[in-house]
Structure formats: structure tokens, C-alpha cells
């Protein structure tokens, strides 16, 4: 057990100071791309080839995220092949990974060409309520997505089938109904291909609400402690969890374009001929725009991460009430850490800054108070020693 929390801490300091250099190469190339005139220099010579309006516009935004995603490309081989497959984690080979990373591109260029072109068209028309207008269209569109994510997108990646074990399907259906949330079905998906993490998850909403258990959790976990997990996630969708997220996230979406907007104005004014644009619906802005969210985002990250601990620690409680089997519940909890080398007591900084989730080692102790508080047997602690 020892051996197995050590290996677990040293992955992941080793993916959290990947994470950091990431965090600082993405700033201070973007700075340099911004501030040294690059930017412009790019669309002058693509617009020079591709033309104007909405064509070189949109050849102006899928070359500058090619060249951000090859730029990005060797500390994502680095972090999500080398490290996954020194830990024992990854069942990838190098053309599976390479294959999904081109994917992943190709629909990364499909949506967001076409996002950032709107923007742009936003930002002509609209000039100074530009933020507030992008910011209204993206609660819809976040919906829309979701909508389409398990029909259209999820399956590009991994195949996806009805759960094979019908009696397991028959009794997360009764589960969640009894919460009040109906599902389409339960899928159970091919995770295996690329790890051996394992995880479960809603997708859709609405009709298209489905129950997804990737293969990994199925072989490692009982039904007892697959029931848990899907508790936790039907507790999401009991409490509305994803209509507060959305709304969460619109709000630091404001938030954040107004400021952008404010900040961008008066860098253009100040140093627009360094940087050789002077106007915001300039495409070439496009490469400040992303380096000033990216440092919003790193600031208001800590505080989206402390709301999502909130709810997934109300989700807990909601699951062990819902399940009545904190025996199952922390042995559940306990072997997701063990099969996704979570660190079960991560350093108190690490976790206010990158965890979405609390601790597996707060998670257990949550299911050994429920027991210990409703007379029922109480699960034996996990130290993370």
C-alpha cells in the first residue's frame, strides 16, 4: 500500500510540474507572439495568399492553431504518452496516440474556426458590447454542445454500446429513476484503447441523457461500488449541477471578456504599432486575445476549482444517502484513486489550485462520518501513508 501511494505522489508532482511548465511556455510564447508584432506579421502574409474577408480571415485562425497545437505538441507527447506509459497507466500505442491527437485536431479546427469567426463578425458589428453579445451566445451554444457530444462527438473517439451486463444496467436505471432522473440508456464504452484509468459519466441532457461506464470500471470494480460511482453522478443531475456550472461559467465568462475587452483597448492604444494592430476586429488580435484569457483564466481558476469541490463533496453526501453503503462507497473511492494513481493526500497548495475534486483521502473520511452518524458499518480509514 505504501509502495502504491508513493508511486501515485511521484506521477503526480511529475503532471503537475508539467502542468506548470505548460502553464508558463503558453504565457511566455504568447507574450513574445503579442508583443513582438509576429501576429500581425503572420496575417499580413497569409491575407497576402488567402485574401480578405471571412476566407483569410479563417485561414488567419486555423494556421495560428496549427502552429499553437505543434508548439504544444511535444510537451503533450511528453506529458500524455512518455509519463502515462512510465506509470503503467496507458494502453496506447504510439500511432493510437498519434492518431486520436490528429483527430482531436481536425475537430478542434471544425469548431473553432467558425467560433472565431463569429467572434470576429461580433466584434466588427458590435464593437463595444461585443463581450456582453459572445457572452449571451455562449450559454447556448455550451448547450447545443452537449447535445451533441455522445451522439457526435464522443464516438469519433471510442466506441460506445449498450451496457452487455443488462441485470448492472437495470439497477443504475432504478437508481437514478428513484432520484427523480431518467435516462435513455447505459453505455459502456471502450476506455481500455487509450488507458486503464477508469471513470463513468452522464453525457447529453434531455432525451439523449445516457449513463456511460467506461470497460476499465467494469473490470475492476464490483456492482456494488459501480453503483456508488453512478450515485455520485446522478447526484450532478439530481441537484442540477450542470445548469450551475453553466451558469457559473458564464458568469466568470462576462467576467473575463469585459476584461479582455478593457485590457485589449488599452494595449492597442499604447502599443499598437508594436504590436501592428490597432483595431480589436483585426484578426491579428487574435493572438492577444488568447494570451489575456489564458492569464485570466489562470487567475480564476483557483476559484471555479474551490466551487466545483463544493459540489462534488455535496454530491458525496448525496451518494451515500442515496446508496446507504459507505462500505461499498469508500472501497469504490479507494480503488479509483488506486487504478488512476491519484494522490490520496495531495500538498494543501496543490490542491487549492488544481484540484476540481477533494482528496480521496477527505472522500473516505466523508463516507466514514455518514456511517459512524447513521449506525452503519464504518469503512476502515485510508491514511495515504
Known amino acids: 500500500m505504501a509502495q502504491q501511494v508513493q508511486k501515485a505522489r511521484r506521477y503526480n508532482r511529475e503532471k503537475e510540474r508539467l502542468h506548470l511548465i505548460g502553464l508558463a511556455f503558453g504565457l511566455v510564447s504568447g507574450a513574445l507572439v503579442v508583443f513582438s508584432g509576429s501576429g500581425a506579421g503572420l496575417r499580413s502574409r497569409v491575407q497576402r495568399r488567402a485574401g480578405g474577408g471571412i476566407a483569410g480571415r479563417s485561414a488567419v485562425v486555423a494556421l495560428y492553431a496549427l502552429l499553437s497545437w505543434l508548439a ?125 484509468k477508469a471513470n463513468a459519466f452522464f453525457a447529453g441532457l434531455g432525451a439523449t441523457k445516457r449513463i456511460v461506464l467506461a470497460d476499465t470500471l467494469l473490470d475492476n470494480f464490483t456492482p456494488e461500488e459501480i453503483e456508488y460511482v453512478v450515485a455520485h453522478e446522478i447526484a450532478h443531475q439530481a441537484h442540477g449541477d450542470i445548469w450551475r456550472l453553466v451558469a457559473v461559467g458564464s458568469a466568470f465568462t462576462v467576467g473575463m471578456s469585459w476584461l479582455v475587452d478593457r485590457v485589449a483597448r488599452r494595449l492597442l492604444d499604447n502599443l499598437g504599432r508594436r504590436i501592428g494592430v490597432d483595431d480589436l476586429a483585426d484578426v491579428a488580435t487574435l493572438p492577444l486575445l488568447g494570451w489575456l484569457l489564458s492569464v485570466a483564466g489562470l487567475v ?33 473511492l479507494a480503488r479509483l484513486g488506486e487504478v488512476n494513481l491519484s494522490d490520496p493526500k495531495p500538498p494543501a497548495l496543490v490542491r487549492y489550485l488544481l484540484y476540481s475534486h477533494p482528496p480521496v483521502v477527505e472522500r473516505v473520511e466523508h463516507a466514514r462520518r455518514f456511517a459512524r452518524e447513521n449506525a452503519l458499518p464504518v469503512p476502515p480509514p485510508l491514511h495515504g501513508e
Do not use: C
Open 72 to 196: 504544444g505538441l511535444p510537451l503533450s507527447y511528453y506529458s500524455g504518452y512518455v509519463v502515462e506509459h512510465r506509470y503503467d497507466l496507458s494502453n496506447q500505442s504510439h500511432r493510437g496516440w498519434a492518431w486520436d491527437q490528429l483527430k482531436g485536431l481536425g475537430l478542434g479546427l471544425a469548431l473553432e474556426v467558425p467560433l472565431v469567426d463569429g467572434v470576429y463578425a461580433v466584434i466588427g458589428r458590435w464593437p463595444r458590447r461585443w463581450w456582453a453579445i459572445v457572452s449571451a451566445a455562449s450559454i447556448p451554444l455550451t448547450v447545443v454542445m452537449a447535445q451533441l457530444f455522445p451522439v457526435l462527438i464522443a464516438p469519433i473517439f471510442n466506441k460506445y454500446e449498450p451496457l452487455k451486463d443488462q441485470e448492472l444496467a437495470r439497477r443504475l436505471k432504478d437508481l437514478a429513476a428513484g432520484s427523480g432522473v431518467r435516462v435513455a440508456d447505459v453505455l459502456q464504452m471502450d476506455m481500455s484503447r487509450q488507458t486503464k
Open 300 to 332: 480564476l481558476g483557483p476559484v471555479q476549482n474551490a466551487y466545483s469541490r463544493a459540489i462534488e463533496r455535496r454530491a458525496d453526501a448525496f451518494a451515500f444517502r442515496l446508496t446507504r453503503d459507505p462500505l461499498n462507497a469508500a472501497s469504490g
